[in-house]
């Protein structure tokens, strides 16, 4: 997809599972409405049609790799396509919750025995937005799959899925660490890693600081 030329700011937050990315994404979203700034909070897997369907697969250890990666690929297509970029072209501040650099890392790891690799599921994403800023929030391992264990307990109808356990989060996160160190900004956007531990306030206030040095100068924060 072309270039960001778009007058809005599209961010995301990534992470592996239970860094808190949720709880900050939100945060945020609140805190841009304050300051009267059109803000869309979303997420991937999306809500649309593919974004559901992955969200079955998730729990079954059984589909391929491949299949995941093209599906997060078709997913992200149509997410940007009728959410994303529409409001990127009118100034809104998109916030994501996940995108690519969840499928470079997660798919090339689950699929490593298939031939999977970070290459192909670049290419194949070829078709969506890059980002103008990407925050990774780095948390130990162990706390996250804490929080997410946690959540599965108090809410009835959420499981666990297939990539919450202690081996594959801990690869994730090296890999998270690996693709901030190597492409602070890169053909994949500006990204920051940002020390998931401290309070949920200490952590909103180093990613706002982040934000305020790479925010457009068309937003006017109070
Ligand atoms: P997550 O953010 O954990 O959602 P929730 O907290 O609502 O369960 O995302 C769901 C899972 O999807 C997570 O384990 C990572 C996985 N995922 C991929 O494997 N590839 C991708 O491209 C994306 C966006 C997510």
Redesign the pocket.
């Known amino acids: 997809m072309g270039k960001n030329d778009w007058s809005g700011f599209f961010l995301v937050l990534d992470g592996i599972?239970g860094c808190g990315k949720?709880t900050q994404a939100k945060k945020l979203c609140n805190y841009f409405k304050s300051n009267d700034i059109q803000t869309l909070l979303t997420?991937?897997?999306s809500d649309y049609d593919i974004g559901k369907m992955l969200r079955k697969y998730?729990q079954n250890s059984e589909i391929p790799a491949s299949v995941?990666a093209l599906l997060?690929a078709a997913d992200r297509i149509e997410h940007c396509n009728k959410e994303i970029l529409p409001l990127l072209n009118k100034g809104s501040i998109i916030i994501s919750?996940?995108?690519r650099d969840?499928?470079y890392i997660?798919?090339s790891i689950e699929g490593k025995n298939e031939g999977v690799s970070i290459d192909w599921i670049k290419n194949i994403n070829k078709f969506s937005l890059i980002p103008d800023l990407t925050i990774i929030i780095d948390i130990d391992p162990k706390i996250g799959l804490k929080r997410k264990r946690k959540q599965a307990i108090n809410s009835q109808n959420q499981s666990l899925?297939k990539?919450?356990i202690d081996e594959f989060q801990n690869l994730i996160r090296e890999e998270f660490i690996k693709i901030v160190k190597n492409s602070v900004v890169s053909d994949e956007g500006i990204h920051i890693l940002i020390d998931g531990n401290g309070s949920e306030e200490e952590v909103f206030n180093k990613i706002m600081q982040v934000i305020k040095s790479y925010l457009k100068n068309n937003f006017k924060l109070k």
């Open positions: 599972d949720s997420a991937e897997p998730l995941d997060f919750d996940r995108y969840s499928s997660y798919q899925d990539f919450e």
